[in-house]
Every structure is written in C-alpha cells, then in structure tokens.
C-alpha cells in the first residue's frame, strides 16, 4: 500500500480504491458457518456455579436475536449486560421496547440512553445489570 501511495497520484488512487470496491462487492459468495445461540456456548464456556460479570452484545441489528437465544437458567448467572441496539421497525416490533423487556423480565434494571452524537438516529446504548450490584 505504501509503495501505490508513493507512486499513484491522489485522483488516481482514489479511482483504484473505487473500481476495487466494486469489484470486491460486486462477487457474490457463499460461506457456511455453525451458529449457536449464547446458551449454547455458556454450557461449553462456563463451568457449575461460573458467572458472566459482563456480556456485550454488539451485532448489528441482531441483538434481539442474542437475547432470544438465552434460556432462563443462563440469563440468571449473567450480572451486567452492554448492549448496542437499533430501535428499528422490524416486522411491526420495536427493537429498544422488547430488548428492554426482556432484560427486565429476567430480573435486569436497565436504562436505554443515546448520546449526543447519536441523537435522531435509531441507535441506543443499552446497559443492564442485577440490582444491587454496580
């Protein structure tokens, strides 16, 4: 990369960079992974009686889907909870109302803030943790 700075001119590296990101967004590919929901990794990850002092969930518009994917039993050793989430219309359910009561009903308070910079947008931070604990 440093040796195309050195030798391309601004304009012209700026259309290479285009050309190549339309080139690279333009293939269509296929991948196949596992998935899993978090209750499933806990019961690899955590051994009897182990806690998650903290889970942040930062996945673009899948948050209810992490949420949803966390059995009682699990959500019950889970003491704080950081979250990014889209309040977006998704198939008539707002994203920010269920990701909040899910975390309450599971024993969570929870505040749903959004900072300045994000003011107008449909992106909230959402913090969630046990009572009593800080």
Not at 39 to 55: D, I, Y
Not at 66 to 93: K, Q
Not at 94 to 121: H, K, P, W
């Amino acid at each position: 990369a440093f040796l195309l700075d050195f030798l391309l001119p601004g304009p012209v590296r700026r259309v290479v960079g285009r050309v190549a990101a339309i080139a690279l967004l333009s293939r269509e590919t296929t991948s196949e992974c596992d998935v899993d929901t978090l209750s499933g990794q806990l019961a690899e990850l955590l051994g009897e009686g182990e806690r998650v002092s903290l889970l942040k969930i930062d996945v673009e518009r899948g948050e209810l889907d992490v949420l949803r994917g966390i059995s009682a039993p699990d959500f019950s050793a889970i003491d704080r909870v950081v979250a990014e989430v889209h309040d977006d219309d998704n198939e008539g359910v707002r994203g920010l109302a269920e990701f909040v009561s899910i975390l309450e009903a599971n024993g969570m308070q929870v505040e749903a803030r959004q900072s300045g910079e994000l003011r107008g947008s449909s992106l909230f931070q959402v913090v969630a943790r046990r009572p009593g604990l800080l």
